[in-house]
């Protein structure tokens, strides 16, 4: 069986957002939805603080709250760890989001066209003819597919209102045995993911040498993401250089 | 008749109820399977079924009486 | 008109007779309706950005916002009315038997409102309807919102307000008007012998012992809905069922009697509305309210001792944050329901408006309530150290709310212009005299 | 093209697997429509006959500086995505925020999309009207070949930064021969000219992160920017090897958000203080005694022999042409001075007669000269404590393991893991002496060029400048517009801030010509430097402006009179090394798709304008120094000097000269891309092990011509401002913005954040989205004091201690606890107006520096400090 599985080395991440960047330009996501959301902390005061950075990706939980209050079966878990939505099935009703205790859950809460950057004008004209007018330009059309043996359209679905969306560790790569976007991009390999059923996959070997924790351990939802270096976050966290996230 | 019609309709209700219920996405939250009813469209035979167990009420009340 | 003046003389309680006051009701609450018909068809094609909900984490919001509100509290409502009138039923009640119609329309009418308005919240709408339909998935809490309290606890509701009107129906039926066939359709045959008589007792009977748990059951899965996430402060719980359920109680009762009210001043004094039916009301009200009110206390009390960390994040935000003038508002609200009911039951002496204004209070303290546990839990309730969120309804949920709620008034109002609203038979001499 | 309808296939194959009943089927193919009428949700998918087509190309990154590799996925040619190339040494695959982020920049219809001729007024914002290439660059011809004919150096060529190999602005700018002036001067420049002057290499400070066990991050915005010849990426990724191996950080930053988590020590120093700092350090390590005495007497003049008026003493040796004079050094086993080379082991320290003068080696004199540099005198000044300093200065010491060697690859190569990475430390007002004053630490312990220890540029490659700074000369007046050879600035980076100062008032600097015609080629002045006023009047006079950009910079917005469109990344550049200093390889910039709009690249601009001017061709033509630049001369790839080439094959006929024998397809190749040319050689990057060692240059602790520099600067009637730094060695002062009023009480940064490069990321929507906009860092603390909290609109008002003046802006208040409370500090990314995306981004902190005495270097460079006061209010 293989089951993937992605680690996040803190001890290496350089809280640059380029994850965050080439998952939105992969998932073609919409201003304001971070799948891959970077957070930047500070704590204590001048002179004694420490900073941090927190990658959160969606946890693609074992035990995952958001496929249990689903109420349309939506949103699932396959057999290989990929917690998926399903754009077709899904009827928008943000359960999942309220289940989440890890906030990983982005809603189209307008036309995708609408939101996507739109303060630059995609459909000019001048542009049309290189980009046949797709917005943004750089739409990947793997998001419109079917995957996986269940052939749902699980990769964002070309994004519509309405309907709920998150990370999906690029399950349109994963097929095609390429690391997710964020992962291979990651300017320092903060990020390893793998199949952590077989012994031999740098991931697996990763786990083995290194001491992880995962995010809100005490929530029970048994993540796929492991976290090696850092501490986990507590509440004396602040969190700064926000992203410019409101719709 | 009265009365074994509205049983009949009981039976049928709560039979619908059960089949409806199993035949739906089972509980669960590990596989693809668990996302999907056995028969798709199983949660309207469970509607269904709690009709048939109001209607029993009404064909008990509004049947009328045999000349 | 002179179909009006025909009926005007013959039908009980002002049924079919359009007066100026209905009227300006009717036209008030048409209004209000296509303006939240309006306000919802802009939501439809602009998407719910037209709200104020958004995204809970990054992006600081509420995804469930007053829309989730009001399906609570409507919900909530919606409980007492067709309790109430089972046990009328079944305890034989006999001093609140004019109300059982009433209080079935009443649930009626929030349940209508409450189910569409988990409709109106979907981002889909109409593919989750089908999808409902088809997927529906019994893990989910909203499987009982769906299928027990949309489909069962409502057509259960349905066939107790038919059945229970089967004899009134047939009484009027007689009465010649423009509703007659209307009338003559729900008797669908009643004569009122006695093996009709004995025939819907026991089928009352049954209905009601198989409604009340069915209702209890039903509406604890809207408690469910917050009370089975272990990722939101403030939320797990196996209280949030039961605390829904007395609140719902609560509300339902005080809208009961604020309905009673109006339908006593509107129809007059000639219908069996006395002092005995609020007493009764207010009697019921009272203990709704007080153990309302309990949970409300000892709620307070967890928060003041939440410990550092997650729960208390809630605690902060109700009791302190921006939450506290709603938290305490509602708190003050329920004490001076409380106070005014009291008072009352200790001297005996039940004013009319001493009940509604208690119920009132209750009712907008419910309102409330319902804001603070669906609301604060998604804006300061994140485990991650997220920034705390904000969340205020934009116009448009303001509009489509008004929209649920002069759907109710039709529905309500509606309904005692074509079906006399208190129970003829259950003081035959009086209708009788009236008639 | 057909539409599906979503639901189709799913409900198809579920059917058939779940073997339901075929109306489910139906009815959610009949819902599918509903959604789609209703909803407006069911996602049309469009197929076409023969289905998407899928391609890669190979490529390299714009955006930044270092050109990582890239591969361009596309579908039927229209590029979706760019990756890391994996085979390219820089960034093996990975690639940072901006890497991702610039496929919205190629794509953005706000760029400049065809040639652009002003229609109205300069000084204000720009009308524009739509011109042919033809005309554009007949008109920018004729403009500069008419101020050319008169004298071509009144035409300035400026360029932000050149992307790639700079053989085509070279080549354009030595065919033409007109001045040129680069970003430098607000780059690390003045630390380049410290580094040239004191060992000789074009670089600044960075440690070998392969085997370096103690770094002082000295001002590094690790976890933001970019450092010494690379960008960003390939340092975090050296750093985050060194820290898994062991290595420890101390980080000297006012702000410790430059290095995140990577901070072992936090010493938070007050800004421009690092020279006093420096200064202690040496002063511990020699108190210590921890000096690597073989280096400092074999490669440092630090033991010769200094005269009592702070020359050298020396001797002439040899005869004839071969006669040189040498530095006299003192010989312990005959008691005398010898020259320099003579003595395996001439004395460090000590005072000695020479013909009957007093004389002391230069080390003695550094040693008295550090010697009130004590950590309780550093103490004061820098705002740390005596016992953090001390501490660093021992573990220094301590992990230098003086005297240690290692075997790399086979070569023994002294050993001493400790060095100082700093980038833009030079920023400062005493910017080229901090530099010095920062390598002399590691000197000290000798681990200059050692294994683990301080280097600089990736080889031992002696600048000119070290040559040419042995003997600085002052001239009289008159001076050209850059002031070489000035009394101003003996040493002179060639500042766009003294060039417009300059052109604002020449009298006042002896200077008689002015350029008349400036290209502005991907240049904003107006925006990314410091002191918008004099860029505002100066450029003004410019009796013509071509700019070359992508976008419409602030700068041509105001004064462009004909506008360019270059493409971004869709063209023809290289060579690129790719080196990550370890492995060698190079690489080329390929187009992933045609230039869009009406854009060409830069070298096709070039060229075309060249041939108008009548440049191109011929011995001393463009294409002359293209064959030169590349070294295609003398090999059977050189261009020929009477046809112009395509792009394309010029880079054809490099790559076939450097053995490769696919050309130019080896780097179109996506399983390509990249020419990897294996590891480089202990040899090349350790100075001590190299040939000859560090290059031949002599390391020069003692700064003897800057003292002759300043007392020619003395002679020539050079105010003080401009003398007191050429000194022999860095010497402390209070910086000039110290004397402002106490009220402005707050030092004021700048900072680079990771999301963007410069000014010409912030317009990137989705990377604005991540850094949105200006906003002022402050201490809560302080804050409080003022009664300004998170999110406040606050005024920021800046002081000129030299001339009074005051400049404001205003901005946002943002809460940061990781900062010294006598420090606020903002992003220079913004301020910008052209763009769309611009709007509501905030000022850029370069609105309210000042430029000139008090904010410049000794060598021209500006400084990025100035005092500041923080209010409340003001109008957001």
């Not at chain 4, 750093?239 to 062991?246: I, N, P």
């Amino acid at each position: 069986m293989t089951k993937y599985a992605m680690v996040v080395d803190l001890n290496r991440c350089q809280g640059c957002r380029g994850c965050t960047t080439a998952c939105k330009v992969e998932n073609n996501t919409v201003e304001g939805n971070f799948w891959m959301h970077v957070f930047r902390f500070e704590q204590g005061s001048f002179p004694d603080t420490e900073m941090s950075f927190l990658p959160r990706p969606c946890q693609h939980c074992d035990n995952a709250p958001c496929v249990k209050v689903c109420p349309v079966g939506a949103r699932f878990k396959r057999e290989d760890g990929l917690v998926l939505t399903d754009a077709d099935r899904c009827i928008g009703c943000r359960y999942c989001e309220l289940a989440c205790p890890y906030g990983v859950n982005y809603f189209n809460w307008q036309d995708p066209e609408k939101a996507q950057y739109s303060v630059v004008d995609w459909k000019d004209s001048d542009l049309q003819p290189v980009t046949d007018g797709v917005v943004p330009p750089y739409k990947n059309p793997d998001l419109d597919e079917l995957w996986g043996e269940e052939q749902r359209r699980t990769a964002g679905g070309g994004h519509a209102k309405g309907i709920m969306e998150k990370c999906t560790f690029c399950v349109q790569r994963v097929e095609k045995d390429l690391d997710p976007a964020c992962v291979e991009t990651c300017p320092t390999d903060a990020l390893v993911f793998g199949d952590i059923d077989d012994p031999g996959t740098p991931i697996s070997l990763y786990l083995r040498e290194n001491r992880t924790w995962q995010l809100l351990e005490e929530a029970g939802t048994r993540p796929s993401v492991y976290y090696v270096g850092g501490t986990p976050p507590s509440s004396e966290l602040k969190e700064i250089e926000r992203p410019k996230a409101t719709v | 008749m009265r009365r074994t019609g509205a049983i009949a309709l009981i039976v049928m209700g709560v039979a619908l109820l059960l089949a409806g219920y199993l035949l739906a996405a089972p509980w669960g939250a590990s596989t693809v399977a668990d996302s999907d009813p056995a028969v798709v469209g199983a949660p309207t035979l469970f509607i269904i079924g709690i009709v048939s167990l109001l209607s029993s009420a009404l064909f008990y009340e509004l049947l009328p009486d045999g000349r | 008109m002179s179909v009006e003046t025909r009926v005007e003389q013959k039908l009980p309680q002002g049924v079919g007779r359009l007066t100026p006051g209905w009227l300006v009701f009717f036209a008030v609450s048409f209004v209000v309706f296509v303006i939240g018909i309006g306000a919802y068809s802009y939501q439809l094609s602009n998407g719910l950005i037209v709200t104020g909900m958004r995204s809970t984490g990054t992006m600081g919001g509420a995804t469930w916002g007053l829309y989730v509100v009001m399906v609570e509290y409507f919900i909530g409502v919606s409980l007492a009315g067709v309790v109430l009138a089972a046990f009328v039923e079944v305890f034989n009640i006999g001093a609140l038997r004019p109300v059982s119609r009433l209080a079935v329309l009443l649930t009626i009418a929030s349940l209508s409102t409450g189910v569409l308005g988990v409709l109106l919240d979907l981002g889909s709408p109409f593919r989750g309807f089908v999808n409902m339909l088809l997927y529906v998935r019994p893990q989910s809490a909203f499987f009982g919102t769906f299928m027990l309290v949309a489909v069962g606890v409502l057509m259960t509701s349905l066939v107790y307000l038919y059945l229970g009107g089967r004899r009134d129906a047939a009484t009027i039926a007689g009465t010649p008007s423009g509703l007659r066939w209307f009338h003559k359709l729900w008797a669908a045959g009643y004569r009122d012998t006695e093996p009709e008589r004995e025939r819907h007792r026991r089928v009352m009977f049954w209905l009601s012992i198989g409604l009340v748990p069915l209702v209890i059951v039903a509406l604890s899965t809207e408690g469910l809905v917050f009370g089975i996430q272990v990722g939101r402060p403030g939320w797990y719980g196996s209280l949030q069922g039961p605390d829904f359920i007395v609140l719902a109680a609560a509300s339902g009762l005080a809208n009961l009697v604020v309905l009673t009210a109006i339908i006593r001043r509107a129809v007059g004094a000639r219908i069996p509305l006395g002092h005995a039916v609020f007493k009764w009301l207010g009697s019921l009200l009272l203990a709704a309210t007080a153990a309302s009110l309990y949970f409300q206390t000892v709620k307070t009390f967890t928060l003041l001792y939440a410990t550092p960390g997650n729960e208390r994040l809630i605690a902060d935000a109700l009791l302190r944050g921006p939450y506290a003038w709603i938290f305490w508002s509602s708190l003050v609200l329920m004490v001076v329901a409380m106070i005014l009911l009291v008072s009352q039951a200790a001297t005996g002496a039940w004013s009319v408006p001493a009940v509604v204004a208690a119920s009132v209070a209750i009712s907008t303290a419910a309102v409330a309530e319902r804001y603070l546990t669906v609301i604060p839990s998604q804006t300061h309730g994140m485990l991650l150290p997220y920034e705390p969120g904000s969340y205020f309804p934009t116009w448009v949920e303001f509009a489509v709310v008004g929209g649920l709620f002069a759907l109710g008034a039709i529905l309500i109002g509606g309904f005692v212009k074509v079906f006399p609203i208190i129970n003829l038979n259950s003081n035959r001499r009086e209708v009788r005299t009236d008639a | 093209m057909s539409e599906v309808f979503l639901g189709m296939p799913t409900i198809t194959r579920r059917t058939l697997v779940k073997g339901s009943a075929a109306i489910v089927g139906t009815s959610v193919v009949a819902s599918n429509f509903l959604f789609k009428s209703l909803d407006g949700v069911a996602i049309a998918q469009e197929t076409t006959a023969s289905g998407p087509v899928e391609d890669f190309v190979a490529t390299t990154c714009w955006i930044g500086k270092q050109d990582c590799g890239m591969i361009a996925r596309r579908i039927d040619g229209r590029v979706v995505k760019f990756d890391g190339n994996p085979t390219n040494p820089r960034n093996v695959g990975t690639l940072c925020p901006k890497g991702q982020g610039q496929i919205q920049a190629m794509y953005d219809p706000n760029r400049v999309k065809w040639p652009l001729v002003r229609t109205n007024e300069k000084g204000v914002s720009g009308e524009w009207r739509r011109a042919t290439w033809d005309e554009a660059l007949d008109l920018v011809a004729e403009k500069v070949n008419e101020v050319r004919a008169r004298d071509p150096k009144m035409v300035l060529w400026q360029k932000g930064r050149s992307k790639a190999k700079d053989f085509y602005d070279d080549a354009f700018v030595k065919s033409t021969g007109i001045s040129k002036l680069g970003h430098g001067a607000f780059c690390s420049d003045a630390g380049y000219r410290a580094l040239e002057y004191t060992i000789g290499t074009h670089a600044v400070l960075h440690p070998d992160f392969r085997y370096c066990n103690y770094m002082l991050s000295w001002g590094w915005n690790i976890t933001n920017a970019g450092g010494n010849k690379f960008c960003w990426l390939t340092w975090p990724r050296h750093m985050v090897k060194a820290r898994d191996r062991g290595m420890k950080i101390a980080h000297l930053d006012p702000r410790l958000r430059s290095a995140g988590p990577f901070a072992d020590t936090w010493l938070p120093i007050r800004p421009g203080t690092d020279l006093a700092m420096a200064l202690a350090l040496c002063h511990e390590l020699i108190r210590q005694d921890y000096l690597d005495r073989p280096y400092l007497t074999k490669y440092t003049n630090a033991p010769f022999l200094i005269k009592a008026d702070g020359t050298v003493a020396r001797v002439t040796v040899g005869e004839g042409d071969e006669a040189e004079d040498v530095g006299l050094v003192w010989d312990e086993a005959s008691g005398a001075a010898v020259p320099f080379g003579e003595t395996d082991d001439p004395v460090l320290e000590g005072e000695f007669v020479l013909d009957g003068e007093k004389v002391k080696t230069a080390f003695q004199l550094f040693i008295e000269h550090v010697a009130d540099a004590t950590p309780e005198w550093a103490a004061d000044i820098t705002g740390l404590t005596a016992e953090q300093i001390s501490s660093v200065a021992s573990e220094f010491g301590r992990q230098a393991q003086i005297g240690s060697t290692l075997v790399v690859d086979g070569v023994e190569v002294p050993y001493r893991p400790v060095g100082i990475m700093a980038y833009h430390m030079a920023q400062q007002e005493l910017g080229f002496q901090t530099a010095r004053a920062m390598t002399m630490v590691p000197m000290l312990v000798g681990a200059i060029g050692a294994a683990g220890g301080q280097l600089s540029d990736f080889t031992w490659k002696i600048y000119k400048n070290y040559a040419k700074y042995e003997k600085l000369t002052v001239e009289d007046p008159p001076y050209d517009f850059l002031l070489n050879n000035s009394k101003f600035f003996p040493i002179n980076t060639g500042s766009p801030a003294v060039v417009a100062g300059v052109m604002n008032d020449p009298e006042r600097y002896g200077v008689e010509d002015l350029p008349e015609v400036a290209i502005l080629h991907m240049v904003n002045p107006l925006n990314s430097f410091p002191s918008q006023p004099e860029y505002l009047r100066s450029y003004l006079k410019f009796k013509f402006v071509a700019v070359i950009s992508p976008w419409l910079s602030e700068t041509a917005d105001y004064f462009a009179d004909v506008v360019l469109p270059a493409a971004t990344i869709e063209k023809y550049e290289g060579p690129i090394s790719a080196t990550d200093q370890y492995i060698d390889a190079v690489t080329l910039r390929i187009p992933p798709m045609e230039p869009l709009f009406e854009s060409r690249g830069e070298i096709d601009i070039y060229m075309d304008l060249c041939e108008r001017m009548g440049t191109l061709y011929g011995e001393e033509g463009y294409l002359a120094v293209v064959n030169k630049e590349l070294k295609l001369d003398d090999t059977p790839f050189v261009l020929p000097l009477d046809s112009k080439p395509e792009v394309r094959h010029i880079f054809d006929q490099w790559a076939k000269s450097q053995g490769i024998d696919e050309g130019i397809e080896y780097f179109e190749d996506p399983q390509k891309g990249v020419y990897v040319k294996g590891p480089v050689s202990p040899n090349k990057i350790y100075g001590y092990v190299a040939d000859p060692p560090f290059g031949g240059a002599m390391h020069r602790l003692y700064g003897e011509s800057l003292l002759d520099a300043q007392q020619q600067m003395k002679a020539k009637g050079a105010e003080k401002i401009y003398w007191q730094d050429y000194t022999a060695f860095p010497t402390w002062r209070a910086p000039t913005m110290d004397a402002s009023p106490a009220e402005y009480e707050f030092y004021l940064l700048s900072y680079h954040q990771i999301e963007h490069k410069q000014s010409r990321t912030s317009f990137i929507p989705i990377l604005a989205e991540l850094a949105p906009g200006a906003h002022l860092d402050i201490n809560p603390e302080a804050a409080a004091r003022l009664g300004i909290s998170e999110g406040d609109s606050v005024r920021v008002e800046s002081h000129n201690a030299v001339t009074g003046e005051t400049r404001r802006l205003t901005t946002t208040a943002t809460m940061l606890d990781s900062i010294r409370p006598d420090t606020v500090a903002m992003p220079h990314h913004f301020g910008m107006w052209t763009h769309p995306q611009n709007e509501a981004q905030g000022p850029s902190a370069n609105e309210i520096y000042f430029t000139g005495e008090g904010y410049l270097a000794n060598t021209g460079d500006q400084s990025f400090h100035v005092k500041v006061k923080v209010t409340k209010g003001g109008d957001a």
